[in-house]
């Protein structure tokens, strides 16, 4: 019997010592307004903020419900728990997909990056240089002559058959006026 109870004192008293210790992380919010604190905070670092405390409380009304003898298993609080724990979920895929973006190819900047490559190495005409100065170009006029590729000559001839076929199409089209 002895040791039942020096067990629930163990227990009381490690439940005492949580609760200050959540009283003293919780302090720093207690000093301002809600929307005051979130102000200062980025946006994944509100919704974190503003999740963690209805976490919070309904795990205070989950350790009450103990405290008195209810089985909070059956208590509604179980079901508000597992519907902010899904909100935990979606702010980590938020995150885990603002990492990924970060981190992978903007294949549409990449594009216009190619394409503009390519449109530019048409473009530019491979002079023969006529100085024989040896040392760094004087002019910033001077282009570097551009090495056009199989690949490149071969997408610019594939373009151009495209655009032939294009408008050949648009020839046989007719417009029908409805009015």
Known sequence: ?????????AKVANLNA??????TQLEPLFTKSLPETLVA??????????????YVLYDLVFVYLKTRGIDPMTH????????????????????????????????????????????QAKLV?????????????????ERVPVKITSKMA???????????LGSEEEEDLEVFDEA
Request: net charge negative.
């Open 1 to 9: 019997m002895a040791s039942d109870e020096d067990r629930l004192r």
């Open 76 to 119: 509604p609080v179980i079901g508000e728990l597992d519907r902010v724990r899904q909100y935990f979920d979606k702010i980590k895929s938020a995150e885990d997909s603002e990492e990924k973006s970060k981190l992978g190819i903007d294949k549409a900047a990449a594009s216009r990056f190619i394409k503009h490559a390519i449109a």
């Open 154 to 164: 071969e997408r610019a001839e594939y373009e151009k058959n495209l655009e032939e």
């Open 41 to 54: 905070l980025e946006t994944i670092q509100q919704a974190k903020l503003q999740v963690v405390l209805p």
């Open 125 to 141: 005409r491979v002079e023969e240089p006529n100085n024989t100065s040896h040392g760094p170009a004087s002019s910033s006029s």
């Open 18 to 23: 949580s609760l200050d210790e959540l009283e």
